[in-house]
């Protein structure tokens, strides 16, 4: 831990949106008086009917229920597009990058708005109405954006599927979600590296119902079978549709989008995201976090197949009318000075990328971002996982040159925006600290009986009261959103993770304490790989856990226990790796996989993962507890037989 502070810079007091004695009288405000707080807060947006009714929730275990702005009547895409034509028609809306350093492309709000009209008249063509569910499994291209505002248009619910996650993967979301439309393109590009998205599409379509429509995008122009009756070009449709598209008018709890991630058991879940609060949400943070303010250029490296491309590369940022920059490749492509030399390029303000990334670019060295300039660049974010302080000290004295705070914003797909985080015009930062609550939220330590810690202290982050970007349900399944979230702790939202509060109320994220894994800050249940690889035919028991890990932050240890008769090779491990990528995909990777002829179980027959963390971290001194085990020498041989982390 670190216990620097680094006060707000003299030049951000001044233009900043808010202070910290403002940040202090609104956050009271939006604890103590929410519903007036977020219906001043509500006219943000454009609403075709604006909300009276303001926030009607509840965390009862027996009723868990959340709504906002339920009487309010509005569309996402005329929020992000059709009411910035006025004043901003020719401002560029969206800065594409290419994965070639060579391919950009500046997309107007007015050419935003062709293209998303277009996009809504061709799934409207394909027989996709309001409410139906549409996956998208796309490359970073400009078309994604368009196809998820199309949907927003005209009332579908998207679900976008990771570019990297597998076939299986995809079939999984595709029939959870029962939705009979995808979106995909020809193949994507990342690191000058093709992915061959039609053809994973092809096969995952394979495990799928049947009658399911798909519109391919023209990226790459490889070869790809279209198959007649179901696969159609969208440039062809494109040129049969007009350039003008009617929104559909929404309630403010209609679905938006769903958005597929891993839990501490079984299959990912759909999450669930509606139209008003989480659109208010997304917009509100962006705009108070980055302080951006009207002309900045704005770059978040995520992909749109996670949360954070969601919230913070398209729909927070467009429906504040700023200018987001997209971009389609790789940190270390063609080489590690990519990223500076797009903030130089398109001079880029504010920046937000992962700790990961930090890490991987902090191990090429300095030279790589020193013979760059950054003068564009003003704040610097972090998202995803802790930052480790020496990653924080690196990120903001080599990138930001001592000049820019950093924000490190805790959220989660569940929360649908940023959570805990600095302000940067009114915290003080300390590296490694996601600092306060954003307006709104309120969150509390519990220990493992669900009893407050006040103070300094250290326990499980719950959060006490409903914000408006919060998820509303697991699609199909509200018990299972009511048991993984509201039952550790009644009346309270369990986040998953552990946490510090520290003297002077800072919060200190430390990670899960469930079996989720945060890889390279994508998240993983140790559930789904543990199928995985038991879906191996030489396999018979799987167990995963992380382990520290210095550029993914968390790496994946296995213990496998192989079919009697079996033996354990590197060949067979190899085999076991390229399974798991094939059945989930590449950010699944085990990293380090050790035959076990035994796993530590207790007499009942429940394998003691706490015991495996241990040995996977090293900590072989400090076994806890083993009294319980059913045969101890099991023990023994895992330690004699670790595998060794470079
Ligand atoms: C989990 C959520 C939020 C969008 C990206 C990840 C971890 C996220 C931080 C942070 C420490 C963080 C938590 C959380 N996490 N941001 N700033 N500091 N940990 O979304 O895939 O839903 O993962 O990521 O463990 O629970 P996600």
Same mark, same amino acid.
């Given at each position: ?12 007091k001044?233009r900043?949106?808010v ?6 009288? +609104? ?17 943000? $947006?454009?609403?075709?009917k ?5 926030k009607?929730? %509840? ?10 702005f339920?009487?309010?009547v ?6 992000? *597009? ?10 560029t809306? *969206? *800065? ?7 391919y ?31 996956t ?8 994604a954006?368009?196809? +998820?505002l199309?949907?927003?248009r005209?009332?579908a619910?998207?679900?976008?599927? &990771? ?9 999984g ?15 994507? $590009? ?11 599409t092809?096969?995952?379509l394979?495990?799928? %119902? ?5 519109v391919? *995008?023209?990226r ?20 049969k549709?007009?350039?003008e598209?009617?929104p559909?008018k929404?309630?403010?709890?209609d679905?938006?989008?769903?958005l597929?991630?891993?839990g501490s058991?079984?299959?990912?879940k759909?999450?669930?995201h509606?139209?008003g ?13 980055f ?6 250029i704005? /770059? ?9 491309g ?14 987001t ?23 880029v ?28 660049l003003?704040?610097?974010g ?9 990653? /924080? ?13 950093i924000?490190?914003? /805790?959220?989660?797909?569940e ?6 985080t600095?302000l940067?015009?009114?915290?003080k ?5 996601a600092?306060?609550?954003? &307006? ?22 719950v959060i006490?009261?409903? /914000?408006?970007?919060? +998820?509303?349900?697991v ?10 979230? &509201? ?6 939202? &369990? ?17 899960r304490?469930?079996?989720? $894994? ?5 998240r ?7 199928s995985?690889?038991v ?12 382990y520290?890990?210095?550029?993914k932050g968390?790496g ?6 192989l079919m ?29 996989l ?15 993962r706490r ?16 009294s319980t085990l ?17």
């Amino acid at each position: 831990m670190s216990d620097k502070v680094y006060p707000v810079p003299a030049q951000w007091k001044k233009r900043a949106l808010v202070n910290d004695e403002q940040y202090k009288k +609104m956050y009271a405000e939006s604890i103590t008086a929410p519903d007036k707080f977020w219906a001043k807060h509500a006219k943000r $947006l454009d609403w075709f009917k604006t909300p009276k009714k303001i926030k009607n929730t %509840s965390f009862a275990y027996d009723n868990v229920s959340i709504k906002w702005f339920e009487d309010g009547v509005l569309n996402v895409s005329v929020n992000c *597009i059709d009411r910035h034509l006025k004043k901003r028609a020719d401002q560029t809306a *969206i *800065i594409w990058e290419g994965d070639d350093p060579y391919y950009d492309k500046k997309i107007t709000y007015r050419e935003l708005y062709e293209q998303v009209c277009r996009f809504a008249n061709v799934l409207k063509k394909q027989g996709v109405k309001k409410g139906d569910r549409v996956t998208i499994y796309m490359p970073m291209i400009p078309e994604a954006a368009y196809a +998820m505002l199309a949907c927003a248009r005209i009332g579908a619910v998207h679900s976008v599927v &990771f570019g990297g996650f597998s076939p299986d993967s995809l079939a999984g979301r595709i029939n959870d979600a029962q939705s009979k439309f995808v979106v995909t393109a020809d193949e994507g $590009l990342r690191g000058g590296k093709k992915v061959p998205l039609k053809a994973n599409t092809d096969e995952a379509l394979k495990k799928c %119902s049947g009658d399911e429509k798909v519109v391919v *995008i023209r990226r790459t122009g490889g070869a790809v079978a279209m198959q007649a009756g179901r696969d159609v070009w969208y440039h062809e449709e494109a040129a049969k549709v007009p350039a003008e598209c009617k929104p559909e008018k929404m309630k403010a709890e209609d679905p938006l989008f769903i958005l597929y991630t891993s839990g501490s058991t079984g299959k990912p879940k759909g999450v669930l995201h509606t139209t008003g609060g989480y659109l208010l949400f997304a917009s509100m943070t962006h705009q108070y976090v980055f302080d951006y303010h009207d002309g900045d250029i704005y /770059w978040c490296t995520a992909d749109v197949g996670w949360v954070t491309g969601h919230s913070y590369i398209l729909y927070g940022p467009l429906a504040n009318g700023a200018t987001t920059l997209m971009f389609e490749g790789v940190p270390n492509y063609p080489t590690a000075s990519r990223f500076w030399e797009v903030i130089d390029k398109h001079q880029v303000n504010i920046f937000y990328t992962a700790p990961t990334a930090i890490r991987a670019l902090m191990g090429a060295g300095e030279d790589f971002v020193k013979r760059t300039s950054r003068k564009s660049l003003r704040l610097l974010g972090s998202v995803g996982e802790p930052i480790n302080p020496e990653a /924080w000290e690196w990120y903001h004295r080599v990138v930001g040159d001592d000049r820019c705070p950093i924000v490190d914003t /805790w959220w989660q797909t569940e929360t649908g925006g940023i959570l805990i985080t600095p302000l940067p015009g009114a915290t003080k930062l300390k590296p490694g600290s996601a600092t306060r609550p954003f &307006f709104g939220c309120k969150p509390a330590l519990v220990d493992d009986k669900g009893e407050f810690l006040k103070g300094e202290a250290s326990g499980n982050l719950v959060i006490l009261d409903s /914000w408006p970007g919060q +998820m509303r349900t697991v699609y199909g399944d509200h018990e299972r959103f009511v048991q993984t979230y &509201f039952s550790a702790y009644k009346g309270m939202y &369990f986040t998953g993770d552990g946490c510090r509060r520290d003297k002077d109320g800072y919060y200190w994220i430390t990670g899960r304490v469930d079996d989720v $894994l945060n890889v390279s800050g994508h998240r993983l249940g140790t559930a789904e790989v543990e199928s995985a690889l038991v879906s191996h035919p030489k396999v018979s028991e799987a167990a995963v856990v992380g382990y520290p890990h210095d550029i993914k932050g968390t790496g994946i240890y296995c213990y496998v226990t192989l079919m009697a008769g079996e033996q354990g090779s590197d060949i067979l491990r190899k085999d076991l790796v390229t399974h798991v990528r094939k059945e989930i995909g590449p950010i699944a990777s085990p990293d380090l996989l050790q035959f076990a002829p035994g796993l530590p179980k207790t007499r009942s027959g429940k394998i003691m993962r706490r015991i495996l963390r241990k040995i996977a971290e090293d900590e072989f001194g400090n076994l806890g507890d083993t009294s319980t085990l059913a045969d101890p020498a099991v023990v023994d041989d895992l330690i004699a037989n670790r595998q060794n982390k470079k």
